[in-house]
């Protein structure tokens, strides 16, 4: 990943005025000869040469007809003297801002290749603007804790624990779908792939992910793996990124019941919620609606094992690991999605059933 401040910058750019006072000694011609040869103020002249004022493209095309310097050189002198004042105050603006680099977990960004390595509270911060697309730690809480964009991102994080790194991690799935090339979204046709998706969820031994992805990707929803940052404990979110769905998942935790259980719900808020909601899963945020979440809770329970189907296993306790096999062939789910319901039940401590649980690694796959 490539660093601004890896770009050349002078340490230091002369005004302007300087080169035309070198130009007017070797021309051997003052100030007021020169005032009355390009028909300007001497005032005006002598601003330019003390560095109080600098030089408009009409009297950069005046300069090259007098001393036979090219337009282009003085716009350019003036063009490269203002950028170096601008770098020079946002540098300023930058030194006052550098602390808030503490509140993300930037080594462990840069251990995943989220922005580079540095040691400079500077640079990271710049790294940091960079990521995100901002200018300004004032920009950055307009749109993540102010809600100024709410056509576009209608939640607040600022309740949100650690919403620093609840910021990046959003901000890394946003990277991510932008560079996927989606067919235009289809509600039927995803309606239709999730009967798909839950076969490759209870019989795949392996490799599901990719092919969790292209199965939603042919309806058009894009669906992005992001690790957790450390204390964020969130497990997926939903939204609409330039007109297609998307769905992040963390893995976090590495249990493939909760997995797909995430998958479900934010599959719930894409084909009921519209485009303007935002879910994140297990973080409390402002502008999550509780009615829609409760929605895609009901949605996903219902794709992983239906109430009835549950209901009969229940009156089949106490249950053997082949039972539990036998049920989850039966009604065509995984093993790990009947214990995962029975302990959130309460009907099977979490050492219970543990055997059936497959690990869930985002990171290779």
């Known amino acids: 990943m490539s660093s601004r401040t890896n770009q050349y910058q002078p340490d230091f750019v002369s005004h302007p005025g300087e080169t035309l006072r070198e130009a007017l000694e070797e021309k051997q011609m003052g100030s007021k000869e020169f005032a009355i040869r390009i028909s300007k103020p001497e005032q005006t002249v002598s601003k330019v040469l003390n560095g109080k004022s600098g030089i408009t493209p009409e009297m950069a095309v005046l300069f090259e007809e007098v001393l036979d310097i090219p337009a282009r050189f003085w716009s350019n002198r003036q063009y490269q003297y203002d950028e170096f004042l601008a770098r020079s105050n946002r540098m300023k603006e930058i030194e006052s801002d ?71 991690w959003l901000r890394k799935g946003e990277i991510d779908a932008l560079s996927i090339d989606a067919n235009e979204y289809s509600e039927k046709f995803f309606k239709e792939k999730l009967q798909s998706i839950k076969e490759l969820m209870a019989f795949s031994s392996g490799g599901y992910l990719r092919k969790l992805q292209e199965l939603s990707l042919e309806a058009g929803v894009k669906v992005v793996f992001t690790p957790c940052l450390p204390k964020t404990p969130v497990h997926g979110c939903s939204r609409w990124i330039n007109e297609s769905p998307v769905i992040q998942l963390s893995g976090k935790y590495k249990r493939n019941d909760i997995f797909w259980f995430t998958f479900f719900h934010e599959a719930a808020h894409i084909l009921l919620h519209g485009k303007k909601y935002v879910s994140v899963e297990n973080i409390d945020c402002d502008g999550e609606n509780a009615e829609y979440e409760h929605e895609a809770n009901e949605f996903a329970a219902h794709w992983l094992l239906t109430l009835d189907q549950e209901q009969e296993i229940k009156e089949s306790a106490p249950l053997s690991n082949n039972d539990i096999r036998t049920f989850a062939q039966k009604f065509r789910t995984h093993p790990a999605c009947i214990i995962g319901r029975l302990q959130h039940r309460g009907l099977l401590t979490h050492h219970e059933g543990r055997e059936h649980f497959e690990s869930v690694d985002i990171a290779n796959y």
Do not use: H
């Open 98 to 168: 550098k602390d808030w680099v503490k509140s993300f977990p930037y080594p462990y960004m840069s251990k995943l290749g989220w922005v580079p390595s540095c040691r400079k509270g500077e640079e990271k911060l710049i790294n940091l603007f960079s990521f995100f697309k901002i200018t300004s730690v004032k920009s950055w809480e307009d749109y993540y804790f102010n809600k100024k964009l709410a056509t576009q991102y209608r939640i607040s994080l600022r309740g949100a624990k650690n919403p620093y790194a609840l910021a990046a």
